[in-house]
Antibody, heavy 117, light 112 residues
Framework: EVQLVESGGGLVQPGGSLRLSCAAS????????MSWVRQAPGRGLEWVANTNSDGGQKYYSDSLKGRITISRDNAKNSLYLQMNSLRVDDTAVYYCATNAWEVLKVWGQGTLVTVSS | DIVMTQSPDSLAVSLGERATINCKSSQILYSSDNKSRLAWYQQKPGQPPKLLIS???TRESGVPDRFSGSGSATDFTLTISGLQPEDVAVYYC?????????FGGGTKVEIK
């Protein structure tokens, strides 16, 4: 079964850091571009970042650029999102998804990041 | 950035009736092959989004044929022909033309 499972979310204080992980199973992550998308509570979807299949190309949302880093380890079939200087408005469910022609085909269940003091 | 505007914000439709959701982009979404780069997703409560349609009208494998996408350039429509109870969800459009990827604000579909 093709599956993505996110982890690493949790409660963090403003200014803190978190590293989110996305583990793929049932397929080789190395064949795909990947994306992170977030959804604040009760709100819509917001694209966060993309990376190409070998991790050599990375693209970020302007609202998060400078505070996040997308990376991948194809040998571990995993994708990551390092988030620094977290703010209250970064509170959201963070999803990873496969990306084909910028179409987000397979999504994980998401991991909740709560930024609060 | 390309702005995606959905309408209505919500709609209530009787079972078996048609639901129509509109999506307008601030820029033309044609690619060099004259296909429109517009996708539709369905999100049920507590679940991640699910891809329904891409390239404006190409239904994803396994998606019921009561879901159809139409439109081109800047104006697009998702039609649910014959609403079923399991179709209650929020629907989002997304342009897959350029980065940053952008989504519409969502349309909540309920049963009347």
């Amino acid at each position: 079964e093709v599956q993505l499972v996110e982890s690493g979310g949790g409660l963090v204080q403003p200014g803190g850091s978190l590293r989110l992980s996305c583990a793929a199973s049932g397929f080789a992550l190395s064949a795909y571009w990947m994306s992170w998308v977030r959804q604040a509570p009760g709100r819509g979807l917001e694209w966060v970042a993309n990376t190409n299949s070998d991790g050599g190309q990375k693209y970020y949302s302007d609202s998060l650029k400078g505070r996040i880093t997308i990376s991948r380890d194809n040998a571990k079939n995993s994708l990551y999102l390092q988030m620094n200087s977290l703010r209250v408005d970064d509170t959201a469910v963070y999803y990873c998804a496969t990306n084909a022609w910028e179409v987000l085909k397979v999504w994980g269940q998401g991991t909740l990041v709560t930024v609060s003091s | 950035d390309i702005v995606m505007t959905q309408s209505p914000d919500s709609l209530a439709v009787s079972l078996g009736e048609r639901a129509t959701i509109n999506c307008k982009s601030s820029q033309i979404l044609y690619s060099s092959d004259n296909k429109s780069r517009l996708a539709w997703y369905q999100q049920k409560p507590g679940q991640p989004p699910k891809l329904l349609i891409s390239w404006a009208s190409t239904r994803e494998s396994g998606v019921p044929d009561r879901f159809s996408g139409s439109g081109s350039a800047t104006d697009f429509t998702l039609t649910i022909s014959g609403l079923q109870p399991e179709d209650v969800a929020v629907y989002y459009c997304q342009q897959h033309y350029t980065i940053p990827l952008t989504f519409g604000g969502g349309t909540k579909v309920e049963i009347k």
